[in-house]
């Protein structure tokens, strides 16, 4: 039986070379139904937002259980739309996770606001209540806490929720990494992005993400005056209501009510997102699958540490990120020899305080997150997607090993 799996590992590896292709770290999984379906918007009236738009949005809120979902063009405007629902502006301070993609913490500065980073805890990879209370307590409360649901774990929401009615801030649940995953509250499961402990929730449908639409992205929310807001602001501030209307006016009438963006997504997109939404459940089982592969083989290593298995929570991975805990030089030396072999990894993520832009404006030093920066030397996220063969995710557990023995 080892001999055969060698040998099929083996062909994988060959496979690769012969074709000049590569396994990289994520990747979409599209059926014909998705075809179909983006075709047959395609040969309809309509392109831009239109009816499946508002399909889709109402597939994401039965999903999640929020009441309104609004749909738009990708996770990043989903952030920024967020933070205008909440009138974000100048010098208003805002708090994310250092372990995150770029988009979470530019949203505030987009609207002129300040972000300012709290520490993660270890345990979960994601921002910790802990830090955050002293944050508030020592230095200053925030507008609004945005918590991350890295790699698909759902950020520790009921704790930060009770400290934003201890101290009056605002909760937005960047949820771009967890669309499938829930977590248990007072013997409930309780779906990220279904807003139960936060004002307003994002999804993203890049390609590498659990279900895709191309770009797209959604912002949730159980606030209706938030939600008619998020609306307006995502079509240029425009307003289009028959009590604007005088009896001059005509259907074509609008009131341009606040500066705004063209934040819109396509139907054909909507369409995409909407036929991916039905096999979340088959893609959420195949990424489970796959991590408990990759946890059965690399468990039995002390030079690794595994990703968080939270207790009470229905993970639905993003992402695989595996520790090295021998440190970067180590994790450095696996990146390169996996990229030899054609197995494309990532890092997940620099510490965003560290960028430039952020280094300029407010000078935050090295060190001001340690366990954010320790989790980022270490860290190295595997290939985590359907499509993976059980042969490619063999191939990948073998190098990996082969290069840590």
Sequence with gaps: MREDFKRRVQEVEYRLTATNSFISYGHQSISEEDIEAVACVLKSPFLTTGPVAAEFESALCHLTGAKHAIVCSNGTT???????????????????????????ANCVEFCGGRTDFVDIDPASLCLSPEKLEDYCKNVAVPKVVIPVDFAGIPADLPTIHSLSKKYGFHIIEDA???????????????????????DLAIFSFHPVKTITSGEGGAVLTNDDKLAERIRMMRSHGIERRIDLLTKNDG????????LSYNCRITDFQCALGKSQLKRLQSFKARRREIVDHYNTAFGKFNELTLPPDPKGSSVCYHLYSLQFNDGSQKRYEVFQEL????????????????????????GYPIGKCPNAEAYY?????????????????GYIIESVINLIR
């Excluded at 259907?251 to 606040?258: G, I, L, Q, R, V």
């Excluded at 030397?377 to 490619?392: K, M, Q, R, T």
Aim: hydrophobic share 35%; proline share 6%.
């Design 251 to 258: 259907p074509w009438y609008h009131e341009m009510a606040d």
């Design 339 to 362: 990229w030899k072999v054609r197995i494309y990894c990532q890092i997940h993520y620099i510490p965003i305080y560290w960028q430039p832009y952020y280094n300029r404006k407010y």
């Design 176 to 198: 771009a990494h967890s669309i499938g995953s829930s977590y248990e509250w007072n013997g409930s499961q309780i779906s990220c992005g279904a807003c139960v402990h936060s």
């Design 377 to 393: 030397a270490h860290c190295l996220s595997l290939p985590l997607y359907p499509a993976l063969s059980d042969d490619e995710v």
């Design 78 to 104: 989903a952030l920024h739309l967020a933070c205008l629902g909440l009138g974000i502006s100048e010098n208003d301070l805002g708090i994310t996770s250092p372990i995150t993609f770029l988009a979470s």
